[in-house]
């Protein structure tokens, strides 16, 4: 390629990627400015003196509703709902795609394709459902219930990442150790599970992703004291109040986001083969 | 490969195991998801408002449906924010995964650029596009300071408008997801294919139009799949965006389902939306899925 078109070639890939972090750059600063800086400046102006106070505003008294006592608490009841429900659902994937790659049976298949529907059906057709059955066993709009949700609609995700990892482990490998006289945990325990830390971490980070960045359960199964930080974020947002802080919400924006952020930052090449292997090779 | 010859010592236990282990899962998933999708049916053919009414009471409520205004605003919404979506993000993902695959120095670094957002959910990109469109301070001043003092931008707030804000929110978040499909694609290419076509003298564009991207069939249609999934389930963006307005301009039919079973008290009919969904939804996904299934099991 010519001179001038490499050129040009690498301009649109810049403006690109200003494209891409404008936003971003939008957001921090304006969540370092005052509100009166906000209204005598524009967009992309620089903070003239950088100010946390929307930061600690956002984090600990701004309102969310009747209640103004920001994010914070919205911040830990994720981290609550999270642990739990990644690891849960993180672990039942991996058993799952343990048998159904390494001990198939008669209908291990059939099994296989329903939860690969799962993995595309619209959550709206559950949540009606989910609500009058969570009330009956009592976790409605309760944090138990809120990660109960995650953990069955994760699964088909959970169990494909596997499945489609433990398919590339050859099967002599199983045989031979079962010639040994090693029995399903054996094997599980002593040959697959320390070859899995690449899907591991993938599936990890996938799980975290989705279900730190969830809205509509957050939304639906709970309340007050179990919300998650995305409905703290969006109560914050969009609650009329008079004036809008659009440095207050910017702040919390960021807090709603960074722990996803700082994962993909560390872990990214993890993250980008969870996306392809999330593309469904059958 | 199945395990068709077992061994001699493959005991009872190796034989129930697998099942033991499959069946919480496979149990909760029949339940949880099919068994819902099931009851939810049901609720779709009751009276049901406030709370579950089993009262029989046929296609009413998807007849209330097709007469209400406002789902087919959802609908027409739909169709307007799938296709710029969906077209908007293939575009940009594509175009950027050629420009990127042609040895780029900072690759890693621009891919990382380009694929952020999708660590986001869509509730902070939703608060942050909304900041920067909103009508008073955001771009329409910044326009203003640069000089264009007549430029106005008033489509967060414009019910013929509102829709738009939602698909540049929705292709700023997702388009990366499509250029790092395609960009794994590009690189499973095998190279001496376009060193062939240079040699017979095709030029650079040329090969991409009429051999590389034919060749990215399979990556096209599972990118397509994966966008029309998310087009047809977006629900967040929205939220934290227009909140489905002004009024319900810009509502989607996942906005619609949530106001009417969850705020309105029109449970029925919120079921009759959801399955409206699930029956778009599975008219694209099943076919993806049967032909994906088949064809692995030819391999």
């Known amino acids: 390629m ?22 971003l750059y939008v957001m921090l600063s304006t969540s370092l400015k005052t509100m009166d800086e906000i209204r005598g400046g524009n967009l992309l102006s620089l903070p003239g003196a950088i100010s946390f106070d929307a930061w600690r505003k ?22 609550r709902m999270v642990i739990p429900a990644v690891l849960i659902s993180t672990a039942l994937g991996a058993l799952n795609g343990y048998v159904l790659s390494k001990w198939r049976f008669r209908g291990s298949e059939l099994a296989f394709a329903m939860l690969l529907f799962g993995l595309y059906i619209p959550f709206q057709v ?27 609609c994760g699964i088909a995700g959970t169990t494909l990442f ?31 599970l320390p070859m899995s830390l690449p899907i591991l971490m993938v599936t990890l980070i996938w799980q975290f992703t989705q279900i730190w960045n969830d809205f509509l359960f957050g939304l639906v199964f709970s309340s007050g004291e179990s919300q998650p930080i995305t409905v703290g974020l969006n109560n914050l947002a969009n609650t009329s109040t008079s004036v809008k802080e659009y440095n207050v919400n910017m702040a919390a924006a960021l807090i709603a986001a960074l722990p996803t952020i700082a994962v993909y930052v560390l872990a990214g090449k993890y993250f980008v083969r969870g996306l392809a292997a999330g593309a469904v090779k059958g | 490969m199945s395990v068709t010859s077992r061994p001699a010592h493959y005991g009872f236990a190796e034989h129930w195991l697998p099942r033991l282990v499959l069946a919480p899962s496979f149990l909760l998933v029949l339940v949880f998801l099919y068994g819902f999708i099931a009851w939810n049916g049901a609720l779709s053919f009751t009276a049901s408002r406030l709370l579950p009414n089993y009262e029989w009471v046929g296609l009413a409520q998807y007849e209330a449906l097709f007469a209400s205004e406002r789902w087919w605003v959802a609908v027409h919404n739909l169709f307007i924010f799938g296709v710029l979506f969906i077209g908007g993000a293939m575009v940009v993902g594509i175009v950027l995964a050629i ?19 999708l660590a986001l959910s869509f509730i902070v990109t939703g608060t942050a596009w909304g900041w920067m469109l ?9 326009m203003h300071d640069w000089g ?29 997801f499509v250029m790092a499909l395609f960009l794994a694609g590009l690189r499973g290419i095998d190279d001496s294919i376009i060193k062939a076509a240079q040699i017979d003298g095709a030029s650079l564009p040329r090969i991409y139009w009429r051999i590389i991207l034919p060749a990215m069939r399979p990556v096209f249609f599972s990118t397509l799949m994966i966008l029309a999934h998310i087009a047809i389930k977006s629900f967040d963006l929205v939220m934290a965006l227009t909140g ?32 409206m969904m699930l029956v778009t939804v599975s008219a694209v996904v099943v076919p993806y899925l049967y032909s994906e299934l088949r064809r692995s099991r030819h391999v």
């Open chain 1, 2 to 23: 010519s001179k001038p078109w490499r050129g040009v070639l690498y301009a649109v890939l810049l403006i690109a990627a200003v494209y891409y972090l404008l936003p």
């Open chain 2, 148 to 176: 264009y003092a007549g430029f106005s931008f008033d489509w967060l707030v414009n019910p013929d408008r509102s829709i738009y804000t939602i698909v540049i929110a929705g292709i700023w978040q997702s388009s990366g």
């Open chain 1, 162 to 192: 596997f499945r489609n990892f433990y398919v590339g482990i050859p099967d002599e490998l199983i045989k031979a150790a079962r010639l040994d006289g090693a029995g399903f945990w054996r094997i599980f325990l002593r040959i697959v």
């Open chain 2, 134 to 142: 909103n009508p008073g301070l955001g771009l329409e001043k910044l």
């Open chain 2, 244 to 275: 489905g307005g002004p009024g319900f301009s810009s509502d989607l039919p996942a906005t619609f389902m949530y106001q009417m079973a969850f705020t309105r008290g029109q449970m029925g009919l919120g079921a009759a939306s959801a399955m």
């Open chain 1, 126 to 152: 559950l949540l009606l459902p989910m609500a009058q059955t969570l009330g009956w066993f009592g976790l409605a709009r309760s944090m138990a219930g809120l990660v109960f949700v995650h953990v069955v």
């Open chain 2, 99 to 117: 420009l990127l695959d042609q040895k780029i120095r900072l690759e890693g670094a621009l891919r990382t650029i380009y694929l952020y957002p």
């Open chain 1, 58 to 79: 956002a984090w600990g008294t701004a309102c969310t509703g009747i209640e103004c006592s920001g994010l914070s608490g919205y911040f830990w009841n994720s981290v």
